[in-house]
């Protein structure tokens, strides 16, 4: 069964419409305050909204639309929502934590106990049956969260960064487990890690401002990103612009020289974005001979290392959006880089990609 919905709230600037299939994950990015647990909290009854609908194949969850007022309380609406922390009932140990849904549901104890076994065990985690919350740890508990979960039998598994608080050899494991265990299920998860996205997502969409931005398959959306915020994702510079023959022109006039996409004729005059690695990008002091395609002014607003590289993070104006350069601490120190010096970017437009917003 599908999964649909449109909902606005206005008090929030919050507007979306989207569609889940059956037996598929979706991954929601964006940054903070973007309207990504609003979105949650919408499907799962948390949050009512001004207008809209939803519905998982026949079942409405909500609709408020016109002269129709349908509302259905969270705990009949077939969703279960798993949180950044687990949330355990700190009096029960993990089994009946895990029954506690379908005891709710009216069934048995045995068979809950049952189900409770089955998903510890699918999460590996039936060695911690006996175990109240204050024996577990991080991660322990929030894989006893997600069999909570599934033994509730969700139609709609809802998971609002379930990895933000465990620490680093934690969430690996929480991750591999997810992967499968969402496997055929419906789910949203809510996650700032690009990683996330590419392991547990058949479907990405990115959220800004309470909109969707952009939306398709994880590799197309974080290989040819088409909004600012999944070009930090994956790490590239993004120039949005107009298209011509050569490439793209800003609207302050450059001309941003790439390669379009040869599955893709381009259409002048038509808005794109030019997208480049900041390890593309050199740096020079005043002029730079041979007439490079790609060469602009910009002033260093930042220098931070990165890995084994210094980024160079720069703007070229009030208006135009921030570029990023990877050098090596030599070349840094050579050129004697500090915030506030001009120098100008150069690209070559072999390493320029082109194509549509």
Do not use: C
């Amino acid at each position: 069964m599908s999964f649909e919905l449109q909902a606005t709230l206005v008090n929030r600037n919050f507007e979306m419409s989207m569609s889940l299939a059956d037996g598929e994950t979706i991954a929601i990015l964006g940054p903070n305050g973007a309207g990504k647990s609003t979105l949650l909290g919408v499907i799962a009854g948390l949050l009512r909204p001004d207008s809209g609908s939803a519905r998982i194949g026949p079942k409405e969850l909500f609709t408020l639309d016109g002269g129709t007022h349908f509302w259905s309380p969270p705990h009949l609406r077939g969703t279960a929502l798993l949180a950044q922390e687990a949330l355990l009932f700190p009096h029960l140990n993990a089994l009946n934590n895990v029954a506690f849904g379908p005891r709710s549901a009216g069934v048995s104890k045995v068979a809950a106990r049952e189900s409770a076994r089955h998903w510890l065990a699918e999460v590996d985690a039936l060695d911690l049956a006996e175990r109240k919350p204050a024996q577990l740890s991080g991660g322990q508990a929030q894989r006893v969260a997600v069999a909570r979960a599934l033994a509730a039998e969700p139609e709609l598994l809802l998971l609002d960064e379930p990895m933000a608080a465990l620490d680093i050899h934690a969430a690996p494991l929480l991750r591999r487990v997810l992967k499968r265990v969402l496997k055929d299920r419906k789910a949203i998860i809510v996650t700032h890690d690009v990683l996330d996205a590419y392991m547990l997502a058949n479907r990405v969409i990115v959220v800004e401002n309470g909109r969707i931005t952009e939306e398709g398959l994880a590799r197309q959306v974080l290989e040819k990103p088409r909004s600012h915020f999944a070009a930090g994702l994956a790490g590239l510079n993004l120039v949005a612009g107009t298209l011509v023959p050569e490439g793209m022109t800003t609207p302050d006039g450059r001309l941003f020289a790439g390669q379009h996409d040869p599955d893709w004729s381009p259409v002048p005059g038509q808005a794109g974005v030019a997208a480049f690695p900041p390890s593309s990008v050199s740096v020079f002091l005043g002029d730079v001979h041979g007439s490079p395609r790609n060469s602009f002014p910009v002033t260093i607003t930042d220098l931070e290392p990165y890995g084994d590289q210094i980024r160079v993070r720069a703007g070229s104006g009030p208006s135009a959006q921030a570029l990023s350069a990877d050098i090596t601490p030599a070349a840094s120190a050579d050129l004697a880089l500090v915030a506030g010096m001009e120098v100008r970017f150069v690209v070559k437009s072999a390493m320029v990609s082109v194509y549509p917003a």
